[in-house]
């Protein structure tokens, strides 16, 4: 019951953001708003593939690799969007940059016990990108900080994607009845976070929209 | 059993003919028509191979391995095109939806000589679905390709994001409209709603419109 709850009020929150992402960008005609629309369209049409599946066959999907899809472009359109809003001119120190990188390969390593390789592959691969650039525009000390805008933008990418690992990790323990309420947990707060992107995005005082 | 190749062969011949005498951009109409025709017909080959190597059922490659490689092999002509000839923007978004066009229109021929012509109304809600379903997918990829063209990096992995969303997007539709009754109904209008949708937008904000989108607020 909570988790029909729970993915209904994913559904609508991530309808709503398209919606409101998709007039944004049409309105104001740039990339960045266009890619955050699509980061939202990907992610939701993941979210009805699954949903459809449980609707029409009451179990979730055989090869899941359709919605896998889906959710590796919505990471991607976000990495994209990152790249886009300069994310490219700050970089990590090499500990760090291997630090960052390593995360998504061992967290990928632990899930392959229950999950796909290929796929664990493939997010190990996007999360690494993801991170990279999370983490060099929050804690990079090139003396190049980025604009406001940016960091809000990588700090809700951040919780978005702890959050992701926090959900991934506990429901490998599904049986343990306390660490399905923190999949249930991480999932809120994942869904929390979708609305932010959309603030992220605002113009802060001092920069301008042109 | 209906013989796809002999129903591939009959349709593309008068348009392979036609192509010939054309003159340029008629002819690469035609022949991005014929490339969604033969992506079609490979994409038959391409599903049956895997379905048997995955050993899934026929309603499994129908719902999960279909759509992944539709989509894929329908954007093959157009990865080609892009990388042979380096179109510019405009090219690319109706190449899409061509290819797009030609796929539709070999799937409602071989789904007409397996099930019949009798049933109109059904026939109606298959043509207008499956054809605005393959045309949103097209228009998705195109629009997804005209916004990230700028960059390499942008084009690449943005071009590989976009076709991801567009198999989830097919999968959705097969699963919907294989259930009859009020879900083929449903499945069959959405596609149709959204590429309203669609028109209304790109005639009122003509996003098409060959000017360069803004990097950013900043």
Known sequence: MFETLENLLQLIILNVCAAVSLLSALKRRKRPHMLLFFFYLSYLLGDIYWQVCLFYFEETPRISVVSDLSWYAAYLFLYLLIMTEGGDKHKNGRLAACAVKAFPVLMALFYMQWGEVLSNIIYALIMGLLFSRITGVLFSKTGKTGGRRLRRLCLTAMIFCLAEYASWTSSCFWDVDALRYTYYAGDLLMTLCFPFFIAALKAAPGEADA | ?218
């Open chain 2, 1 to 218: 059993m209906s013989y796809v190749e002999n129903i591939y062969i009959c349709l593309a011949a008068p348009l392979l003919l036609a192509a010939l005498m054309l003159k340029r951009d008629w002819k690469k109409a035609l022949i991005f028509l014929l490339a969604g025709m033969t992506s079609c017909l490979l994409s038959a080959y391409v599903t049956t191979f895997f379905a048997a190597l995955l050993r899934a059922d026929t309603l499994t490659a129908s719902y999960h391995l279909a759509p992944t490689v539709e989509e894929i092999m329908k954007f093959l002509p157009l990865l080609f095109y892009l990388a042979v000839f380096r179109p510019d923007r405009k090219s690319t978004v109706n190449s899409a939806v061509l290819v797009a066009v030609g796929f539709a229109t070999f799937e409602n021929v071989c789904y007409l000589t397996s099930n019949g012509t009798s049933e109109l109304v059904k026939l109606l809600i298959r043509g207008f679905g499956t054809g605005a379903m393959h045309l949103l997918c097209g228009m998705l990829v195109s629009v997804g390709m005209f916004l990230l063209w700028e960059h390499k990096w942008l084009r690449n992995v943005g071009t590989f994001a976009v076709l991801c969303s567009t198999v989830t997007l097919h999968a959705i539709f097969n699963i919907m409209v294989s259930e009859p009754g009020l879900s083929t109904w449903i499945g069959s209008a959405v596609p149709m709603v959204l590429i309203g949708c669609i028109l209304m937008i790109t005639v009122k904000k003509d996003i098409f419109k060959d000017k360069d989108l803004k990097e950013s607020d900043t």
